[in-house]
């Protein structure tokens, strides 16, 4: 079955992809997002330590294609984390030996998928060795006053109480992720003509 997972700030799209749903329970559900498909992307003017944060007058309105690049990607994300877990599956469906905590608000149900917001700080590494990612990101929405720092703060904490469960080596970490390999031969998911519609507004930036 194809959803659609959406970034949503406000009532404006930051982000849609269509994905493969590998199993999809009342606590969790894991998305694959092969290499080579393509997902919108906020179109507009960026700045940002890197370049690649937009503040809300930088949008455009509209949303440009991109490929997304390298291997597939497996998102797991149990209901009400405040963060999904990404791993990379390469071509030979070997696992990526590191994973990637993204920090996003809690998902909800969609009638063609799910919804979140990024949280723009993120994670990445091993149980046993990690590191934060876009810290530099996160100050720099703080100061200019893109988010406060009561939300900033709480972004915080979404980490550190990630970096809890990742150090512990907790679900899903711990899990059999090979029970969550793509089926072989599906097709590529394509986003459906209403990828675009929101019911109801998010909390990202």
Not at 57 to 64: F, L, T, V
Request: with cysteine.
């Amino acid at each position: 079955m194809i959803v659609v997972l959406r970034w949503v700030s406000g009532l404006f799209i930051t982000g849609a992809v269509a994905c493969e749903v590998i199993e999809e329970t009342d606590d969790f559900v894991a998305l694959y997002q092969p290499a080579g498909s393509l997902w919108k992307r906020a179109a507009g003017e960026r700045s940002g330590p890197r370049g690649r944060n937009m503040l809300p007058e930088g949008r455009n309105g509209g949303h440009d294609d991109a490929e997304w690049t390298g291997d597939g990607v497996l998102r797991v994300h149990r209901f009400g984390d405040a963060w999904s877990i990404w791993r990379w599956l390469d071509s030979s469906n070997v696992w990526s030996d590191h994973f990637y905590v993204n920090l996003e608000d809690p998902w909800r149900r969609t009638a063609i998928g799910y919804d979140s917001g990024d949280w723009e700080l993120d994670l990445v590494g091993t149980p046993d060795s990690w590191s934060y990612k876009d810290e530099d990101e996160l100050e720099w929405s703080e100061e200019i006053g893109l988010v406060t720092p009561a939300w900033a703060a709480r972004t915080r904490a979404a980490g550190a109480a990630a970096v809890r469960i990742l150090e512990a080596n907790a679900w899903p970490f711990s899990a059999d992720w090979d029970r969550w390999l793509p089926p072989l031969g599906f097709t590529m998911p394509v986003l459906p003509a209403d990828w675009a519609f929101v019911d109801q507004p998010g909390t990202g930036i």
